[in-house]
């Protein structure tokens, strides 16, 4: 098995970082995307675009994003999670959207602050202060709200289960954090209260009288306890927890139109059960899941999974992303499978890029009758913003790993690794640059550096101290030593009829990045048939334009004809971006399934300033 991440840090920005980093925004684009143009036009034009400007040199995508929303998290508006708005949560006092979720909204602002503070290594007073003032709350029986009925349940008693298991989950990554003794008796109350209803909630009785119909009041309100009390079992070994949670996690489901997020956290509870407990049934259980998903048809474009499985797939949800991103990541941890961290790898640079807002929440984006996304349109504050920021810490910590004396740098992105021999930082100029700096800060015992190669790169190609290696693996390293990595990366147009109901489509990509056409530059494009557009690859042309847009991936910026399904005599042009780049702006719509000609190749090269072939 993999050793465990170490707590890393990549230090806190400057006050007003969401002012900060919005200072610059770009205004729409308008008619001059989509001006008409004859093929030999388009491949005959320059290769920069003059409608860039720089993008700030010291931009770190991905630290950036988890700044943003941690600044969203404490300093944002509409709402402020107060303190008193957050105690409120745990009252059950009406007056705010789904009051009913006692624990829902605060047990996530536990969690997610708690694991950002072991991830990250930041501290967060407030914190603290509101888990003082929380633990009172709590009922002699051991839940938190307005009021609980075991003997009848109803829906208002299967949400306040919900929020209790999130607040449940939240109190243990606090003890986890800073090993408190009130919070882990408050937990080992909430425990308690949960055994107690056991022989009534975990029947398949109560399974059918809050079916799929009952949505975020199902079912999973039940099984994905299993989350917390994995967790209180891990800190307290006591075997009562372990078995109330094996029980659980036998009785989860997929069933057809339920809701997916109840159903990952259920999931994700018991890989934390086999974490802890080692037991491998509990790991096949996971397993089959993760097959079970990846065939059903509910895979989106972006990598990402729905609110609700198929047949009521109509939308998105910060929470499920985040959810699928994190059970990849931990199983690839468990089990040290490709294909777990490939799928994760989908996630981060599509679907959780695309539902991150422009204020750092997370939340909805609405899908078209293909199942394709059309825009994010939902801040939902009351888990999805929380959610979303939870899931850094899991990133954060699966930038490296280490296997023996292998040090291994998994994901393309900014991260730290800190052990006591050894401490690297990782800097990434992936959007812009396709390359990652790499610099061991210190370096003590034989220790070697394995840095990956993604399916989506031709080639990982790398220099240590200025001397090109044959493989990507730094054999000995010692402090101070400078590692650059260039990925070579290529337009790659796949078959979308596995993630979309239209057959014949393809899915445009770049290196990780899906491309997709956005009403942000061409608002014009998106007329009544612009679906049925037919766009040709091989004409595509490389614009590596940098712009001032916060999160702007100039490196997969192209053009490609285009032949309008409602005037085919004239061609036009279609400016395929990153879908990454939503962040920077506000909602837009995206097409993100083409019809691709015939005669245009399923790729084509290109050349950027920086000499490497795209």
């Given amino acids: 098995m993999l050793a465990s991440p170490p707590v890393i840090s990549l230090g806190r920005p400057r006050a007003s970082f969401t002012q900060r980093l919005f200072m610059n925004r770009r205004s729409f684009l308008a008619a001059s995307a989509a001006l008409p143009f004859a093929r030999e036009v388009l491949l005959a034009q320059p290769a920069v675009s003059d409608r860039a400007t720089a993008t700030p040199a ?58 950002c503070s072991a991830s990250y290594g930041e501290d967060f007073p407030v914190l603290d202060e509101f888990v003082r003032k929380a633990l009172p709350l709590q009922h002699s029986e051991g839940y938190f709200g307005k009021s609980f009925h075991a003997d009848h349940p109803t829906d208002y008693d299967l949400a306040l289960l919900w929020g209790n298991g999130r607040l449940l989950v939240g109190l243990m990554e606090y ?65 009562k927890y372990r078995d109330l949670c094996a029980d659980i996690s036998t009785r989860m489901a997929r069933r057809p139109g339920d809701h997916v997020h109840g159903y990952l956290s259920s999931v994700r509870g018991t890989l934390d059960l086999f974490k802890a407990t ?43 992303e985040c959810d699928w991103l994190r059970l990849n990541l931990a199983l690839h941890r468990a089990t040290g499978e490709e294909k777990y961290l490939a799928a994760a790898e989908r996630v981060l640079f599509n679907e959780l890029a695309m539902n991150q807002f422009s204020t750092g929440d997370f939340g909805h984006a609405v899908l078209y009758d293909d199942f394709t996304p059309e825009m994010v349109e939902v801040r939902a504050w009351w888990c999805c913003t929380l959610h979303g920021l939870r899931a850094f810490a899991d990133l954060n910590n699966s930038v490296f790993r280490q296997s023996g004396s292998e040090i291994h740098y998994d994901l393309p992105i900014d991260g730290k690794w800190k052990s006591q021999n050894v401490i690297i930082e990782a800097r990434s100029s992936l959007a812009t640059e396709s390359k990652i700096r790499l610099t061991v800060l210190n370096a003590v015992g034989a220790n070697s550096l394995v840095i990956r190669k993604p399916a989506w790169a031709n080639a990982v190609i790398v220099t240590h101290n200025g001397n090109p290696l044959d493989d990507p693996r730094v054999p000995s390293l010692q402090t101070g030593d400078q590692i650059l990595v260039r990925y070579r990366m290529d337009v790659r147009a796949q078959s979308a009829d596995s993630v979309q109901s239209r057959p014949g489509r393809k899915a445009l990509c770049f290196g990780p990045w899906l491309l997709g056409a956005s009403s942000h530059d061409q608002p014009e494009y998106f007329n009544e048939l612009f679906a049925d557009n037919q766009v040709e690859v091989s004409s595509r042309r490389s614009e590596y334009i940098r712009r001032e847009l916060p999160f702007a991936v100039p490196i997969a910026a192209g053009i490609c004809a285009c032949i309008p399904a409602e005037f085919p005599g004239q061609a036009l042009k279609v400016d395929l971006r990153a879908v990454a780049e939503q962040t920077g702006y506000d909602p837009a719509r995206w097409q993100t399934a083409f019809l691709v000609r015939e005669n245009s190749p399923e790729t084509k090269p290109a050349t950027h300033p920086n000499g490497l072939s795209s």
């Avoid at 009406?94 to 047990?107: L, Q």
């Avoid at 022989?199 to 059918?208: C, G, I, L, R, Y």
């Avoid at 037991?279 to 999974?305: C, F, M, Y």
Wanted: with cysteine; proline share 5%.
């Fill in 278 to 320: 080692r037991d491998p049934k509990h790991l096949d259980r996971v397993v089959s899941a993760w097959n079970e998903i990846t065939q059903s048809g509910d895979i989106l474009i972006t990598g990402g999974v729905p609110e609700a499985w198929s047949p009521k797939k109509k939308r998105t949800e910060g929470c499920a």
């Fill in 58 to 115: 010291a931009a770190r995508p991905h630290s950036d994003r988890y700044h943003l929303t941690l600044d969203r998290v404490l300093h944002g508006a509409q709402p402020a999670y107060t303190p008193e708005f957050l105690l409120a949560d745990l009252r059950g006092e009406p007056g705010r959207r789904f009051t009913m979720f006692s624990g829902d909204v605060s047990g996530r602002w536990i969690g997610a602050l708690s694991a």
């Fill in 175 to 239: 003890h986890a954090l800073r090993h408190d003794p009130a919070a882990l008796a408050a937990a080992r109350k909430l425990g308690d209260f949960l055994l107690g209803i056991g022989p009534t909630f975990n029947s398949q009785q109560m399974a059918d009288d809050f079916g799929a119909g009952h949505f975020a009041t199902s079912y999973i309100c039940w099984t994905q306890q299993t989350e917390g009390l994995a967790a209180l079992y891990a800190a307290t070994k006591d075997q």
